[in-house]
């Protein structure tokens, strides 16, 4: 899956990854390989992701997450410290 993860003030990550677990409004959610199409708010979180380098995190302050065909697009409000 390709993931892509911005900020309105820059790009954050940009990459192929397996798997990317999210921090949702109503609680934890990860996405696979083929997932159904989704549009999701996120709020203050973690966004855990799996690529061929190993696990990593982006700190988010909130924002929005769509997954179509399996691209993952985060528009994250800001990065947390």
């Known amino acids: 899956m390709f993931l892509e993860v911005v900020t309105p003030i820059k790009k954050v990550f940009s990459g192929e990854v ?3 677990t999210f921090p949702g409004v109503d609680g934890l959610f990860q996405v696979l390989n083929d ?3 989704l549009v999701s708010t996120l709020k203050k979180g973690d966004l855990v992701y799996k690529s061929a380098k190993g696990e990593d ?3 988010i302050t909130g924002g929005v997450v769509e997954v179509l065909n399996n691209k993952i697009i985060v528009l994250a409000d800001g990065l947390a410290e």
Do not use: L, N, Q
Request: no cysteine; aromatic share 0%; glycine share 12%.
């Open 18 to 20: 397996s798997s990317v």
């Open 35 to 37: 997932h159904t199409p």
């Open 57 to 59: 995190h982006v700190g």
